[in-house]
């Protein structure tokens, strides 16, 4: 073994970067002076310097990425159903999942680039042993092996064999997709508000709408580190991924809205009504008054003054919430409900400048600041909840099968 070579993406990383056994990792760069690091902002390079990345090859990969998750979206079939979105209300993203139930009838196999583990759980030793069988150990660090068996958690494996083909593949620079996947997996890390989910049956990511949501957001997060002209790149590679990963820019287009809290056990005909006033939402409709008054409003609003409140409305946010809630404002409102509806502007807002994104668009900060609080919550499987999310998961596919390559 090379005791010089073995160093080299470990010492000069800001990160701990370890070889474990990909011969292609020496055709991407980690060393402190590479815009890797600069782009990713302070938020996110705090992450980064706290997790081990595990350079793997693509046999190796092939291990560790969980079967569950070796699936996506098939376009073309996905394509057909989802046309019939704008027109059709019985649609419905669990329709669009149980047409293809278990036999991968409307899905393709999901081949990984990176992944980001988070659960507290040991992985069982044999898919440990088969990791290291298959590992190239010409270019393994001495410290890789020891460092995987204590496997860390949280941990990302990246694959420079796929990375580098992908890239060749798309005419894009192998370390602008390194970027973009490194990025990627750093994004799951930061949304990670709940690592017990993971490892549970209630991690909303074994649903479509969980998975679409999640992965879109982590593409925003990557997507809002670039700039100009790179991030036409970005936008190409992420042309390419799955349906799943496409409606990052999605995200920021329909109306925000705070998520409506629990409804309890409620009448199939209230959550039939509730999912047509979501859609409507998301399709830019204004906000219809049934969500108001039926959905309960937790908590009593912070603000002392109900009056300074309305100064700042009337001065500053009157053309807010019409282009962006479609409310026309009437200061009778209830003020709570206001407050509440206001909410997830202004996480957002604060969510883009904490994470020192280059796009603050405030509509999609607003969102992943919901997805991260939700998931704090422990994911409830609520309908108030729920059908939110399903009706924002068919939004963002919706608009994904526009922007195939
Ligand atoms: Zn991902």
């Not at 204590?150 to 064999?161: A, G, N, Q, S, V």
């Not at 700039?227 to 920021?252: F, W």
């Amino acid at each position: 073994m090379n005791a010089a070579k073995e160093s080299l993406i470990w010492r000069r990383a800001p990160a701990r970067i370890y070889n474990l056994g990909s011969p292609a990792a020496g055709k991407l760069r980690f060393g402190h002076e590479e815009r890797l690091w600069a782009q990713m902002g302070e938020k996110m390079r705090q992450t980064a310097l706290k997790i081990p990345v595990f350079l793997v090859n693509d046999k190796q990969m092939d291990v560790l990425y969980p079967p569950r998750m070796q699936k996506c979206l098939d376009n073309q079939k996905a394509r057909e159903m989802l046309s019939k979105y704008e027109k059709d209300d019985d649609l419905t993203i669990d329709w669009l999942e149980k047409k293809a139930p278990g036999d991968f009838s409307g899905y393709t196999i999901f081949v990984a680039v990176g992944l980001y583990v988070s659960c507290s759980s040991v992985a069982p030793s044999p898919v440990v042993e088969e990791v290291l069988v298959r590992a190239d150990r010409d270019c393994m660090d001495a410290q890789a092996e020891k460092s995987f068996r204590d496997l860390p958690r949280p941990h990302i494996y990246l694959c420079p064999e796929r990375i580098v083909e992908a890239a060749h593949e798309l005419g894009v620079e192998p370390q602008l997709y390194l970027e973009t996947a490194y990025y990627h997996e750093l994004a799951h890390a930061l949304m990670d508000s709940n690592p017990a989910l993971k490892c549970s049956n209630d991690d909303p990511y074994l649903t479509l709408w969980g998975r679409t949501i999640e992965e879109s957001a982590a593409n925003w997060i990557t997507y809002t580190r670039f700039q100009e002209p790179d991030v036409y790149l970005v936008q190409k590679i992420m042309a390419s991924q799955p349906l799943e990963y496409r409606g990052y820019l999605a995200l920021g287009e329909a109306p925000l809205y705070p998520l409506p809290a629990d409804v309890g056990p409620s009448p199939a005909e209230f959550r039939r009504e509730l999912r047509k006033q979501f859609r409507s939402v998301m399709q830019g409709e204004s906000v219809r008054p049934m969500l108001f008054s039926k959905v309960s409003v937790q908590g009593p609003p912070d603000y002392a003054s109900w009056e300074a409140v309305q100064k700042i409305i009337q001065t500053l946010l009157t053309p807010v919430l019409l282009a962006h809630f479609g409310i026309k404002l009437d200061l009778r409102y209830p003020e709570q409900k206001l407050i509440r509806l206001m909410m997830p502007y202004f996480q957002g807002m604060n969510l883009a400048g904490e994470m020192g994104a280059q796009v603050p668009n405030r509509t999609a900060w607003g969102r992943v600041f919901q997805w991260i609080e939700y998931k704090r919550k422990g994911a409830p499987c609520d309908p108030g909840y729920v059908i939110y999310w399903e009706e924002l998961a068919l939004f963002l596919l919706a608009s994904s099968v526009k922007t195939s390559l």
